[in-house]
T-cell receptor
Framework: GQQLNQSPQSMFIQEGEDVSMNCTSS?????WLWYKQDPGEGPVLLIA?????ELTSNGRLTAQFGITRKDSFLNISASIPSDVGIYFC????????????FGKGTRLHILP | DTGVSQDPRHKITKRGQNVTFRCDPI?????LYWYRQTLGQGPEFLTY????????KSRLLSDRFSAERPKGSFSTLEIQRTEQGDSAMYLC?????????????FGPGTRLTVL
């Protein structure tokens, strides 16, 4: 089945640094979703992308839908302590599919 | 709008026991989804409902699992004869329209531990 591969698996950064993470698939996706999950909570949608090449921002977060439709990127600028958590890429495996498949996540740690 | 709620938040049970979880979606959301998340993994789709109709079930949903949404509002997920491999976070999500992959709102989850 389709899988989403996220890298890196984890990141340790200093507060104030910028962060970049990505997500790749062996097959084409028509929608890319980025979620954040805090410990003990459900995922919260950060950004949704619908067109190849699309670049969308949400505050300090910017995500891009890759031109090949097989990848997506998430950047966080000027990280703050509340950015700590797990970031998942996700999307419907087929056009019009009602379910979402998720990557394994990138765990972000911010060093004091 | 109080968001998706799930009850209980935590459940510890012994192997072989039955457990039931409840999900209350956001009011008037006609779609309701169940996902399972194990440690170090992203959520995995289990099943979903449109109103009271269960429209799709994953192969992950063995015969020991059953989900209902009798009146198209809240939903229950029951696991019979629990096994240690069932230990996971069970997440519920709801959405307000038919094809709504970008508007699935997740609840806080029920963490199940099977001893």
């Amino acid at each position: 089945g389709q899988q989403l591969n996220q890298s890196p698996q984890s990141m340790f950064i200093q507060e104030g640094e910028d962060v970049s993470m990505n997500c790749t698939s062996s097959s084409i996706f028509n929608t890319w979703l980025w979620y954040k999950q805090d410990p003990g909570e459900g995922p919260v949608l950060l950004i949704a992308l619908y067109k190849a090449g699309e670049l969308t921002s949400n505050g300090r977060l910017t995500a891009q839908f890759g031109i090949t439709r097989k990848d997506s990127f998430l950047n966080i600028s000027a990280s703050i302590p509340s950015d700590v958590g797990i970031y998942f890429c996700a999307g419907p495996p087929f056009r019009g599919d009602d379910k979402i498949i998720f990557g394994k996540g990138t765990r972000l740690h911010i060093l004091p | 709008d109080t968001g998706v709620s799930q009850d209980p938040r935590h459940k510890i049970t012994k192997r072989g026991q039955n457990v039931t979880f409840r999900c209350d979606p956001i009011s008037e959301h006609n779609r309701l989804y169940w996902y399972r998340q194990t440690l170090g993994q992203g959520p995995e789709f289990l099943t979903y409902f449109q109103n009271e109709a269960q429209l799709e079930k994953s192969r992950l949903l063995s015969d020991r699992f059953s989900a209902e949404r009798p009146k198209g509002s809240f939903s229950t997920l029951e696991i019979q004869r629990t096994e240690q491999g069932d230990s996971a976070m069970y997440l519920c999500a709801s959405s307000p329209r038919d094809i709504a992959t970008d508007t699935q709102y997740f609840g806080p989850g029920t963490r199940l531990t099977v001893l």
